[in-house]
């Protein structure tokens, strides 16, 4: 018998990755989706054949409940969340709500309806915070700086308690920043390699960047799911640290992926105060030794070929674009 797996959070990055793991593992797939005046599928549209959708909201605790009690999987990953660090000082209260509560009430859903079901949260190296050991381990203390760092805390300490309290298999996985073509537009990584190749293609000519001095242990998201479905394929539940244990500045990746275009990055990047933040994050190296000697779980692609694989892709994506758009100006023509 197959087993039946839900994911929210389907929509995104990492949704999108786990979705097709799961597939090929011969899951059932059920996946939620928040309801929009435009379709989000972009991610998982060559997918949505072969997967489940249906409405919920991580905001709406009876649409949790109804979601469960329909597709009554078997275990349940929660990768929804408002995501992105820069925007949860302009919104704290929903980023507190969505990304933080939001797992309560899913916990409590699982719990209400079948508790042997078997949960998976996507807790974040955000909750590290400021520096204070390095690199960082599951033991390290969490000092968060940002309000979605703050709601990653509470989400992450909330599994650990319905693990405690009600015996139930919730764990957390800790990841450290992962990266892919599907990677959303605004985050650094994207932004970089989108930039790169609309400079290459002459539709701009400057990227206005923040802070290039911060650090992070970018993986590949594609490798990162694997992880994923191994934590919730144990005797028992744990959280793990999930990362490459190498460390590279945001100067490091522009440097790369501006070289790989061949364009020097100095002739473009101009340093814009708007996008510096009230408190940086400004080193993050994780330690991954426990998930790789217990779990067996290692990083498959190089920071070098995830910047290169980022920029070829928005390169043919941009070209794609432009070539559209110069086949309309001939028609019209
Ligand atoms: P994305 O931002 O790409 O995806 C977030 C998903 O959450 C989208 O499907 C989004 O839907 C959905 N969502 C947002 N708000 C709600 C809501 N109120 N109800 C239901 N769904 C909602 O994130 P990633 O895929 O990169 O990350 C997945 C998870 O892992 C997130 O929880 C993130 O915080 C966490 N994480 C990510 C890391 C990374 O480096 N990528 C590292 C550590 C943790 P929609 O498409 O409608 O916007
Ligand atoms: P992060 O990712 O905050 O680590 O959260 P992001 O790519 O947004 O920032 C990484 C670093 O780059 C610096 N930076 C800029 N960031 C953005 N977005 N835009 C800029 O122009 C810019 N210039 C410099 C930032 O200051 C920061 O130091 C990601 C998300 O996926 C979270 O959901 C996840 O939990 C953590 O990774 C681990």
Not at 205 to 229: H, I, Q, S, T
Request: aromatic share 10%; glycine share 8%; hydrophobic share 35%.
């Amino acid at each position: 018998m197959s087993k039946t797996a839900l994911i929210t959070g389907i929509t995104g990055q990492d949704g999108s990755y786990l979705a097709e793991f799961l597939l090929e593992k011969g899951y059932e797939v059920h996946g939620c989706f928040r309801r929009a005046s435009t379709n989000s599928f972009e991610r998982i549209e060559h997918l949505l054949d072969s997967i489940h959708v249906h409405p919920a909201d991580l905001i709406d605790q009876s649409s949790l409940e109804c979601l469960v009690r329909t597709v009554q999987p078997q275990e349940v990953y929660n990768l929804a969340a408002q995501s992105f660090v820069g925007s949860s000082w302009g919104q704290p209260i929903l980023t507190g709500d969505v990304t933080g509560l939001g797992v309560t009430r899913l916990l409590e859903a699982i719990r209400l309806v079948d508790k042997s079901i078997r949960f998976y949260q996507a807790s974040s190296s955000e909750m590290f915070g400021k520096v204070h050991e390095v690199p960082q381990r599951e033991a390290t203390p969490f000092h968060p700086r940002s309000p979605y760092g703050v709601a990653k805390a509470y989400g992450h300490y909330m599994t650990a308690n319905y693990r405690e309290s009600y015996d139930m298999y919730a764990c957390s996985g800790i990841l450290f920043n992962h990266e892919s073509p599907r990677r959303g537009l605004e985050f650094v990584t994207r932004k970089i390699t989108d930039g790169v190749a609309r400079i290459k293609m002459g539709l701009s000519k400057e990227l206005r960047l923040g802070n290039l001095d911060a650090k992070r242990d970018w993986g590949f998201a594609g490798d990162y799911v694997e992880a994923m479905w191994l934590m919730l394929q144990q005797d028992a539940p744990e959280d793990y640290v999930v990362g490459t244990g190498e460390t590279h500045s945001v100067r490091e990746f522009v440097e790369i992926a501006f070289g790989r275009a061949g364009l020097n990055w100095e002739d473009h990047v101009v340093i814009d105060p708007q996008f510096y933040r009230p408190a940086e994050v400004d080193l993050l190296l994780s330690d991954p030794a426990r998930v790789k000697t217990e779990l067996g779980w290692e990083p498959k692609m190089s920071f070098q070929s995830l910047v290169e694989t980022m920029v070829d892709s928005d390169m043919e994506r941009v070209s794609k674009i432009e070539g559209r758009s110069l086949s309309v100006v001939r028609k019209s023509a």
